[in-house]
């Protein structure tokens, strides 16, 4: 069966697992312990589904005044059940998991409190106070994207999008270049696509207990 798509390598990820200090234990002892299920397929579904009803509104799809419909969506789905996601990782041991959905589970909840309490607050100069959040989520993804190289193809195909998706969202709030946001609003929804594709060749090689949806994964020598 393929490694889970936002894993280390077995090899690695067990090395993370185990402390210095925590006593082996045997085959039939190992079989014994409880393992838990794996939440990237929900981290990336929550992440999914949230980027594509925002993009949505970004690429000018859909008028504007519809746009409170995401923030239900950002505070519940992309914002908590992505943030539970990332602490669960980190019982896995996967210091990527756990980084990336708690990360972008909390930029979900930030984005909706912004939207709902402090937006009005910042008057005439909100695209560029807007355009500097996006620029440090552009900058943290654009580093995260180097660790997607060791995760697999998919994983990097989907940090690598979304890096881009933020600079372009970060030019088109600080110069109000509308053309650009939704250009940044249509590589949003390539980015939830691979998003989804990734989640759903989890859950479904998970399910049927062998690879039937390739992620590839990368390389860790």
Not at 55 to 73: E, H, M, R, T, Y
């Amino acid at each position: 069966m393929e490694a889970a798509s936002i894993h280390p390598h077995p090899a690695q990820a067990e090395g993370m697992r185990r402390s210095p200090v925590e006593p082996e234990v045997s085959e039939p002892q190992q079989a014994a312990i409880w393992k838990p299920a794996d939440p990237a397929p929900l981290g990336l579904a929550g992440f999914a589904m949230t980027t594509f009803v925002l993009s949505i509104f970004n690429a000018n799809l859909v008028s504007d005044k519809g746009l409170p419909v995401v923030l239900g969506l950002t505070l519940a789905y992309g914002g908590l059940a992505q943030l539970l996601a990332g602490m669960w990782e980190f019982r896995n041991g996967n210091t990527f998991g756990a980084v990336a959905f708690s990360s972008f589970g909390a930029f979900w909840i930030s984005y909706w409190a912004l939207q709902v309490f402090y937006a009005k607050d910042i008057g005439g100069n909100v695209g560029h106070a807007v355009g500097v959040y996006l620029w440090a989520w552009a900058i943290f993804t654009a580093y995260m994207t180097v660790a997607s190289l060791r995760v697999s193809a998919a994983v990097a195909l989907v940090f690598i999008l979304l890096t881009a998706t933020f600079i372009l969202l970060a030019i088109g709030a600080s110069g109000a270049h509308e053309t650009v946001t939704h250009w940044g609003g249509y590589l949003g929804l390539a980015t939830a696509a691979v998003a989804w594709y990734a989640s759903f060749a989890g859950v479904t090689n998970s399910t049927f207990g062998r690879t039937i949806l390739p992620t590839v994964p990368l390389s860790h020598r």
